[in-house]
């Protein structure tokens, strides 16, 4: 079970499908407008009814536009949210009635423990993100850094207390509707709940495993996305004989106030800094044209990343973990809450030059980011090292393990 954007959505269809290869039957719980990506992958599909896009596209979704990453952009969100988990709740019953186990999201943990706990079914965590508090750094959702290990630690449960708000009306919903017996729902409550393993699918080369955790939160490795097509289109493959490798640029699933401006900005940067340009449209509606630019739709990053000079994202945790799993040099562009996390990570372990947060870019700043991308500051080797390192880790064989005890 997960719900958010397409970024939250992918790895658990290259996990699942590695659970199914495994001889279990598995079903995917999320938004109806990903049932795309389970095709051909021997995964079930359960739609729940909400639209993240349309959410994001609606005056209370452009309202998070005007807020920068912090405490006061994760309010605004916590209604967003909200009122999303609401109007999925009878669809994620519906969807644990006919299963032996619950795989939740952070998106959905506490509501799916709630659900879990009434069906008498046994739950595990898989997060893509380090949400745990720790001294080590400052939460990912409100943009990561460190701001002091007391501090990181402080404000990691202020973040407990934001997801409190998120589930204060669905929790007690469901355990009335279910049968359980009535109690408020606190953070420390949503902990307690949740003391059992949590599986993260990241890599600890990316994100080491914090010091201060508790054992049974682990570090697994990249759950790599079930990707069906992992041939690119003919108009890309002729873009890309036709010259040097391009740079990609894409912003994923986030959305801008003014698409055409954004992409004359990224369309003169790349050619200050002499570069060639596949642009991906995603949810920011992104558009270039010329015979150094290509505007492409979705495609397999598996496929097109390791063919390019480096990569240009919105510091997502899925595309991160593709552009370091393909070993190209990052220029990220962190837009809202975790971004900043990941954007922070690929400057500190040297394959990006720096961050540029969209609110700042300008042609010029994003120019000079990829001039050092891309020529000989050793970003390239850096990032071709680390991929081949990430590469050799097995992030599902931690979570196919407890699934298999769990079965037994």
Request: one cysteine or more; aromatic letters at 6%; a positive charge.
């Amino acid at each position: 079970m997960t719900a958010g954007s397409r970024g939250d959505v992918a790895p658990f269809t290259g996990l699942g499908h590695g659970l199914a290869l495994a001889g279990h039957e598995v079903t995917l719980v999320t938004h109806g407008c990903f049932e795309p990506l389970v095709a051909g992958s021997g995964l079930g599909f359960h739609p729940l009814p909400v639209d993240p896009r349309a959410e994001l596209e609606s005056s209370r979704g452009r309202g998070l536009h005007r807020s920068a990453t912090g405490p006061g952009k994760m309010l605004r969100a916590v209604g967003l949210v909200r009122a999303a988990i609401a109007r999925m709740t009878d669809d994620l019953i519906a969807a644990a009635e006919k299963s032996d186990l619950l795989l939740l999201a952070g998106s959905l943990g506490p509501v799916g423990h709630a659900i879990a706990e009434a069906l008498n079914l046994p739950s595990v965590s898989a997060h893509l993100q380090p949400l745990s508090p720790t001294r080590e750094f400052a939460p990912p959702l409100l943009g990561g850094g460190h701001w002091g290990g007391a501090a990181n630690r402080l404000a990691g449960h202020g973040v407990d207390l934001a997801v409190e708000r998120v589930f204060s009306a669905a929790v007690p919903a469901v355990r009335t509707r279910l049968g359980l017996p009535a109690r408020a729902v606190t953070g420390r409550r949503v902990r307690q709940e949740q003391r059992g393993p949590v599986y993260h699918g990241f890599s600890p080369l990316v994100v080491p495993r914090p010091r201060d955790w508790r054992s049974a939160l682990q570090v697994c490795g990249y759950w790599w996305p079930y990707d069906r097509y992992t041939q690119l289109p003919d108009g890309l493959w002729d873009f890309l004989d036709a010259g040097p490798p391009p740079v990609y640029v894409g912003l994923g699933s986030a959305t801008v106030p003014d698409p055409g401006r954004l992409s004359d900005t990224i369309v003169r940067a790349l050619r200050r800094a002499g570069l060639r340009g596949v642009v991906q449209q995603g949810w920011a509606g992104l558009e270039a044209s010329g015979e150094d630019m290509l505007t492409i739709g979705e495609v397999p990053h598996s496929a097109l990343f390791p063919r390019l000079a480096g990569v240009v994202h919105h510091a997502g945790a899925g595309t991160t973990a593709a552009g370091l799993r393909a070993g190209v040099p990052a220029v990220p562009v962190p837009v809202q809450f975790d971004e900043g996390f990941w954007a922070d990570r690929l400057v500190g372990l040297g394959v990006a030059p720096c961050s540029v947060p969209l609110r700042g870019l300008t042609a010029d700043n994003l120019a000079a980011a990829l001039v050092r991308a891309t020529r000989g500051y050793g970003h390239r080797e850096r990032a071709r090292a680390l991929g081949a390192r990430i590469r050799e880790e097995n992030g599902l064989a931690p979570v196919l393990n407890a699934v298999e005890q769990l079965a037994r």
